[in-house]
């Protein structure tokens, strides 16, 4: 189990990163120092949403169709950029979902960036 991971079972039988049973849920961005960041609870979740849109503001977004199996889902994307001297890139991602009751328990982003 990965240092951290909570070992509370979930209806698929796997360890899952939603436990307690109350909790909030995890967001594990793509941007960060560890790599990424990881937000936990209500204010952190918040804070990291809004660092993602600030992190991402200006670019055009083009969403994937998303893939979904039970609690899970997987949704592709990809971010076009123009910067500031009239280059333009493209950043894409996937986000792995984890969904328990409802509501979101797991956000994991993984994204492919320029070097």
């Known amino acids: ?28 961005a793509s ?14 979740l918040e804070a990291g949403f809004r660092a993602m849109f600030e992190h991402d503001a200006g670019a055009r977004i083009e969403q994937g169709e998303p893939l979904v199996q039970d ?14 001297d009239g280059s333009q890139w493209c950043e894409r991602g996937i986000d792995l979902w984890r969904f328990r009751d409802g509501k979101i328990c797991l956000k994991d982003a993984y994204r492919k960036t320029r070097a």
């Open 1 to 28: 189990m990965a240092p951290g991971a909570d070992s509370t079972r979930c209806r698929s039988g796997s360890s899952c990163p939603c436990s307690p049973p109350r909790s909030p849920g995890r967001n594990s």
């Open 31 to 44: 941007v960060g120092p560890e790599p990424g960041r990881t937000f936990r609870g209500h204010s952190e």
């Open 71 to 84: 609690e899970w889902a997987v949704s592709t994307w990809a971010y076009h950029f123009d910067g500031a």
